[in-house]
């Protein structure tokens, strides 16, 4: 029933931009705190940005090696989020997974996406 439908990868030259997007189903979205997180060969998944529920007034954060590059934003409406990424560099090039996650009284609530290709080189 919960889904976490990614789109937007691809393969884009250094200096170049991607938006991707996740749909969300199954779930309540606005509820939800959300993020991307990437994995690239040989290293361990990191978190790349972040975005609150409405109940944490849709705050952001972001990784160092992304800040003032990628932009995370959500619209609750449509139960999507997004990672707008400008000034790609060929460090970028990773699985980018979206995931959700709410506090519940028996714990944490969470789910993830399959995962995006994105591929930077010239």
């Known amino acids: 029933q919960v889904q976490l439908v990614e789109s937007g990868g691809g393969l884009v030259q250094p200096g170049g931009s991607l938006r991707l997007s996740c749909a969300a189903s199954g779930f309540t979205f606005s509820s939800y705190a959300m993020s991307w997180y990437r994995q690239a060969p040989g290293k361990e998944r990191e978190l790349v940005a972040a975005?609150?529920?409405?109940?944490?007034?849709?705050?952001?954060n972001y990784a160092d090696s992304v800040k003032g590059r990628f932009t995370i934003s959500r619209d609750n409406a449509k139960n999507t989020v997004y990672l707008q990424m400008n000034s790609l560099k060929p460090e970028d090039t990773a699985i980018y997974y979206c995931?959700?996650?709410?506090?519940?009284?028996?714990?944490?609530?969470?789910?993830w996406g399959q995962g995006t290709q994105v591929t930077v080189s010239s």
């Open positions: 995931y959700a996650r709410r506090w519940t009284t028996t714990g944490w609530s969470d789910y």
């Open positions: 975005i609150t529920s409405a109940s944490g007034s849709g705050s952001t």
